[in-house]
Each structure stands twice: as structure tokens, then as C-alpha cells.
């Protein structure tokens, strides 16, 4: 499930080390921590252009959305679980970004990320969505598992309708990543790649599959009493989504 050795450490690993000490406790402590860590990203050698850094930015738009939607009672049955599963998910994140900065073994599909987060030849969107891939793919089935155990619940129609909200708002910002990086950056990006990243090669649909996602949860659920199998199931999870993030890594590379 981990990415073999020693990694290198962050220069500014002191600063993410003491931002993510704690883990957050509800969705505005998640959303404070990014807004550190987006500062902390772009204090890298890249910039804005770092690949923590275009990841972090959309997963703190998304937060934001999720709190506003959460405040509003609009769009989630059951806010309970839809503010704990938000904790949950980020807990993940965050969790590999503090091993990263520690120099410790991350999650491989992380590790897709976080190894290549300095290499010039990957653009924005590719950070992103394999950010996305990452976060989705790997991290948001064992969230769900646990969020329930925590809550003391199990995986019911609202669940899976909450689930599937999460979901959606990330699919619409995935969708708007071209403009909003083509105006962030101030760069023209290549259509062809774009094309082939976002839609061309299926690639989006593969890393959104919520029917798939949830899945992957109800089989984490069924095998939570049998650590050994549950263990080897998500290190199975991280494998497949470590190679889709390489192929959207690689779909966009220059030469």
C-alpha cells in the first residue's frame, strides 16, 4: 500500500509537519489546513507550478463547496454523515502529504504525485486530476468505512446518495480545471492533450466511476472484520489507482 523507502523531504516540510500535527475535526478545520498547505505548496521552487500545489488548490475549492452546500441543507440527506465523511476523506490526504514531508513512505497512487510534483514537463491539469484519481480512487472507499464505524452506521441508500454528492461536486470542478488553470497560470494549454487527459482516452470517467467507488466501499464493508483481507484489498485499490494516475501523468507530458 506504500511507496518502497526514504523519500526526499520537502523544503518546507517543518511548515506541513506542524500544519497537519493534529488531524482536523470538522470540514472548517479541513479547510484551514489547506489554505496553510496551498501557501506552503507554492513557497516551493515551483510555484504555483507544483504538483502538490494544482491539486491542493482544487481540493480547497471543493472544501469549500462541500461547507457552503453542508451549511445550506441543500443537497446532502444526511449532513451528519456528509460533514464526518469530509473529515474522513481529507484525514487521508493529509496523511500522506505529513508522511511525504517526513520522509516516510506515502500510498503508491500518492506517490504517483508527490515523486513527479517538480518535474516541469507536467502540467497543471495532469497534477490535478491525478490528485482527483488519487484522493477518489484509493482514499474515498475506506473513508466511507470509516465514517460508518465511527458514526456507528451502515452503508444505506442515504449514504450512498451523500456518497454520490461528493462525487458530483468534484466532477464539476474537474470539468472547469482547463479555464481556471488556463487564467491561473497565465498559460495557453495544448487542446490535443487537454482532450486526451480529460475526455480523449476516458480518463475522467474512470477516475469519477462513482458506481465503482461505492463498490469498492460495500467490499471494504463486508471484509472490516477480517483485517488481513481488508488490508490486502486496499493495497490492491492503491495499485490500480497508482497506475491510472501514471497514465495521466503520461498522457500529458511533453517529450
Same mark, same amino acid.
Given at each position: 500500500?506504500?511507496?518502497?523507502?526514504? /523519500?526526499?523531504? +520537502?523544503?518546507? @516540510?517543518?511548515?506541513?509537519?506542524?500544519?497537519?500535527?493534529? +488531524?482536523?475535526?470538522?470540514?472548517?478545520?479541513?479547510?484551514?489546513?489547506?489554505?496553510?498547505?496551498?501557501?506552503?505548496?507554492?513557497?516551493?521552487?515551483?510555484?504555483? &507550478?507544483? *504538483?502538490?500545489?494544482?491539486?491542493?488548490?482544487?481540493?480547497?475549492?471543493?472544501?469549500?463547496?462541500?461547507?457552503?452546500?453542508?451549511? =445550506?441543507?441543500? %443537497?446532502?440527506?444526511?449532513?451528519?454523515?456528509?460533514?464526518? %465523511?469530509?473529515?474522513?476523506?481529507?484525514?487521508?490526504?493529509?496523511?500522506?502529504?505529513?508522511?511525504?514531508?517526513? =520522509?516516510?513512505?506515502?500510498?503508491?497512487?500518492?506517490?504517483?504525485?508527490?515523486?513527479? /510534483?517538480?518535474?516541469?514537463?507536467?502540467?497543471?491539469?495532469?497534477?490535478?486530476?491525478? *490528485?482527483?484519481?488519487?484522493?477518489?480512487?484509493?482514499?474515498?472507499?475506506?473513508?466511507?468505512?470509516?465514517?460508518?464505524?465511527?458514526?456507528?452506521?451502515?452503508?444505506?441508500?442515504?449514504?450512498? #446518495?451523500?456518497?454520490?454528492?461528493?462525487?458530483?461536486?468534484?466532477?464539476?470542478?474537474?470539468?472547469?480545471?482547463?479555464?481556471?488553470?488556463?487564467?491561473?497560470?497565465?498559460?495557453?494549454? &495544448?487542446?490535443?492533450?487537454?482532450?486526451?487527459?480529460?475526455? *480523449?482516452? =476516458?480518463?475522467?470517467?474512470?477516475?469519477?466511476?462513482?458506481? #465503482?467507488?461505492?463498490?469498492?466501499?460495500?467490499?471494504?464493508?463486508?471484509?472490516?472484520? /477480517?483485517?488481513?483481507?481488508?488490508?490486502?484489498?486496499?493495497?490492491?485499490? &492503491?495499485?490500480?489507482?497508482?497506475?491510472?494516475?501514471?497514465?495521466?501523468?503520461? @498522457? =500529458?507530458?511533453?517529450?
Amino acid at each position: 500500500m506504500v511507496s518502497d523507502g526514504l /523519500r526526499a523531504v +520537502p523544503s518546507y @516540510a517543518g511548515g506541513v509537519l506542524e500544519c497537519l500535527a493534529i +488531524p482536523p475535526e470538522d470540514v472548517p478545520g479541513v479547510l484551514e489546513r489547506l489554505d496553510r498547505l496551498q501557501e506552503l505548496a507554492e513557497s516551493g521552487p515551483r510555484g504555483t &507550478d507544483d *504538483g502538490l500545489a494544482c491539486f491542493n488548490h482544487l481540493y480547497r475549492e471543493i472544501t469549500r463547496e462541500v461547507l457552503a452546500q453542508l451549511d =445550506g441543507q441543500e %443537497l446532502f440527506r444526511e449532513p451528519e454523515f456528509s460533514g464526518r %465523511l469530509d473529515v474522513e476523506f481529507a484525514r487521508r490526504y493529509f496523511s500522506a502529504v505529513r508522511a511525504d514531508a517526513s =520522509g516516510l513512505p506515502v500510498p503508491r497512487s500518492w506517490a504517483v504525485l508527490l515523486d513527479r /510534483r517538480g518535474h516541469t514537463e507536467i502540467g497543471p491539469v495532469e497534477f490535478a486530476v491525478a *490528485g482527483v484519481n488519487a484522493h477518489v480512487n484509493y482514499d474515498l472507499a475506506t473513508a466511507v468505512v470509516r465514517t460508518c464505524t465511527v458514526l456507528g452506521r451502515g452503508l444505506g441508500r442515504s449514504e450512498l #446518495a451523500d456518497h454520490q454528492s461528493f462525487n458530483e461536486i468534484f466532477a464539476q470542478h474537474v470539468g472547469g480545471l482547463v479555464d481556471h488553470f488556463g487564467t491561473w497560470l497565465g498559460r495557453e494549454l &495544448d487542446g490535443a492533450v487537454i482532450d486526451k487527459i480529460m475526455d *480523449g482516452a =476516458g480518463t475522467l470517467s474512470v477516475v469519477l466511476a462513482r458506481d #465503482a467507488a461505492w463498490c469498492r466501499a460495500e467490499h471494504l464493508w463486508a471484509l472490516r472484520t /477480517r483485517p488481513a483481507e481488508y488490508e490486502r484489498e486496499c493495497q490492491a485499490i &492503491d495499485w490500480r489507482a497508482a497506475m491510472i494516475g501514471r497514465g495521466v501523468l503520461l @498522457a =500529458g507530458a511533453t517529450p
